[in-house]
Structure formats: C-alpha cells, structure tokens
C-alpha cells in the first residue's frame, strides 16, 4: 500500500527558531501533497496543498511567510515554520494520494505527524 | 461553507455495537471517508462511500446517503482497542479534504 513518511516525528525548538519538516512518498509518486495542523483534541485543519513544481496554495488565514512549503520533487515535500513561536506549538500532519490508480476521492494516506513544540 | 458535523463523544461497552453519524454541507460531493486516529497517532483510512448505501470492510461498515446529506459509520463487535476518535471526511474541488472535528469513542469494559 501506499507510505508516506514523516520526519521528525518530534520536535522541540526555541522561539525565534526555524523548523523543518519532510513529507515522502516512499512508493509512489504525488503531484499534490496536503500540510494539516492539528491541535488537541480538535480536528484536522488544512493549511496548504503543496503542489510538485511550483507554488503551494494556502488555505485563507495561513501565513505563506510563515510556513514555507517546498516541493521540489514527486516525492518529497517540506513544510518549514520560520521564526516559530509558542503558539505555533501544534501536530502537523501531511497526507498524499498517489498519481495513478483508483485513489481519487477515496482515502489518503498519512504521514505519521510531526509534533512541534516551541519554547 | 463547507462543513461536517458529528458528535464530540460516544461511549459504548466492549461486544456492542456503535454508530457514529456525519452529516455534511459540501459546495460539490465526492464522497464521504472515514479515518480513525489514535491519541497521538496519525489518521488512518478506514471507509470510503462514493454512492448511497451500505460499504462493509470486517467490524466497520459505513453507509451514505446523498439526499440526505448524511452519513455513518458502524462499529460492530466493539474492542477496547477502537478506543479513537473518528473523523468523516469529504474530499472538494482540487482533491482537498475537509474533516469533521471528530468523535471520541470511549469503549469500556
């Protein structure tokens, strides 16, 4: 089945500092990967769709500035929270379907998530 | 807007069956998926219904329907380990997905 993995899993970082994280798919390719933000107990919010090749679509009240979104191939995607503060503390999560296939509107798969505090 | 509502919470005993129900406000329906995360964990796909009725995969079923803009999904033969909480969830225009916020399922002994 289709793995997308997410690295690191943790971390913790100092206010001012920039963090970032790595979203692959490790066996197949996607054009289009989806940054998520999750805070306790809450839902999945999408922040960006993270398009292979050119610039990433943000969801409306999501800094660009903030949380730049890399995708420089079909297999990777990076998500980089600059000058991170405490509030930025949060789980992020990516989510790919592969290219080809049936995967469509059905499922995505999920990276493991990545928790960031900030402190 | 877009939107998915489902309840916060739902308890049920070990063996019972439990149903957990989504309805949706979507500009455009592609579907409706379900996804159980554990306490730290990631989502994970349990469910995809694209037309009405009944999908059954093992314990979890799930069903739709469209003119009612509403969905379930059915948790059979409850094991403590369902303990989750579950998310339906639509895809919309440009493969995006929007969740709802999600169900706690407490299964207790």
């Known amino acids: 089945g289709a793995v997308v993995s997410q690295h690191p899993s943790r971390v913790i970082c100092k206010s001012g500092t920039s963090v970032k994280i790595e979203c692959r798919s490790l066996?197949?390719?996607?054009?289009?990967m989806f940054w998520y933000r999750q805070f306790p107990k809450q839902s999945l919010m999408l922040m960006a769709t993270s398009n292979e090749g050119s610039k990433a679509t943000y969801e409306q009240g999501v800094e660009k500035d903030k949380f730049l979104i890399n995708h420089a191939s079909l297999t990777l995607s990076t998500l980089t929270v600059t000058s991170a503060h405490p509030e930025d503390s949060s789980f992020y999560i990516c989510?790919?379907?592969?290219?080809?296939?049936?995967?469509?509107?059905?499922?995505?798969?999920f990276g493991s998530g990545t928790r960031l505090t900030v402190v | 807007g877009q939107s998915l509502e489902q309840p916060s919470e739902v308890t049920a005993v070990e063996g019972a069956i439990v149903q957990i129900n989504c309805t949706y406000q979507?500009?455009?329906?592609?579907?409706l998926s379900w996804y159980q995360q554990h306490d730290g964990g990631a989502p994970t796909f349990l469910s995809y219904?694209?037309?009405?009725g009944l999908e059954e995969t093992g314990r979890f079923s799930s069903f739709l329907s469209r003119s009612d803009s509403y969905g379930y999904l059915l948790l059979q033969e409850l094991q403590m380990k369902d303990s989750a909480s579950y998310f339906c969830a639509a895809p919309t225009g440009g493969f995006k997905t929007i969740f709802g916020a999600g169900t706690r399922l407490f299964v207790k002994a």
């Open positions: 219904n694209g037309l009405d």
């Open positions: 979507t500009s455009g329906f592609y579907g």
């Open positions: 989510s790919a379907r592969p290219n080809t296939g049936t995967g469509g509107a059905r499922g995505y798969t």
């Open positions: 066996d197949f390719q996607a054009t289009t």
